[in-house]
């Protein structure tokens, strides 16, 4: 498919499966690389990273990583934007263990800024981070990202896990919003 309707939008094919599968199977080299002999939990964040976290994890070599997920979502109100409220928690342990965040997109950073701190107070071993897309033009640079699978413009895209209002998360593609 070129172009897909969602809701009153339409978006324009931006990264093909083979690209994005391309991107994940670098970043599991990496991350199979550098984490050589660590007892690896992931964490996938809910609910776009559900698919990158699938893939990801089928493609690294590693010894018995684990994976548990978390889920988080924007506070609602007009005085708390920038916010994000935990909606499932994390029961696994985490210390002393190596925790490699996966996430789907990052974009202002603010997301990924609350989950560094909610995961560092558990006292991982060790604590790493990797996302499929990010946007620089828009990242606040606040946390370090380990691991980076595509930059890409600052446009609103959909696709492979990412949503526009719950619509579109099933798509093997990712789409950029028509102009
Ligand atoms: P951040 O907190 O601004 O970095 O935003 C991160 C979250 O916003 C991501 O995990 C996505 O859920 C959502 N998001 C950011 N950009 C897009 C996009 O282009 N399409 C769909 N969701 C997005
Ligand atoms: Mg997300």
Same mark, same amino acid.
């Given at each position: 498919m070129k172009t897909v309707k969602l809701l009153d939008k339409e978006f324009d094919l931006f990264l093909s499966h083979d690209e994005i599968q391309t991107a994940i199977q670098r970043m599991a080299s990496e991350i199979s690389k550098d984490l050589v002999g660590e007892d690896v939990l992931f964490v996938c964040i809910l609910n776009g990273s559900f698919l990158v976290t699938a893939d990801l994890m089928k493609e690294v070599d590693l010894e018995q990583p684990e994976v548990t997920f978390l889920r988080l979502a924007s506070y609602e109100g007009t005085d708390t934007t920038g916010?994000? !409220?935990?909606l499932l928690g994390l029961n696994e342990s985490i210390e002393g263990r190596t925790i490699v965040? =996966?996430? %789907? =997109?990052? %974009?202002t950073g603010i997301t990924i800024a609350q989950v560094k701190k909610t995961i560092l107070e558990k006292n991982p071993k060790n604590f790493k981070i990797a996302t499929l897309l990010l946007k620089?033009? !828009?990242? &606040?640079?606040?946390?370090? =990202? %380990?691991?980076v699978g595509i930059e890409i413009p %600052? &446009?609103?895209i959909v696709g492979y896990g990412l949503d526009y209002d719950g619509k579109g998360r099933n798509l093997r593609d990712i789409y950029k919003i028509k102009e």
């Open positions: 916010k994000v !409220k935990q965040v =996966i996430e %789907d =997109i990052v %974009d620089p033009g !828009k990242f &606040d640079n606040s946390t370090k =990202i %380990d691991y %600052d &446009d609103f």
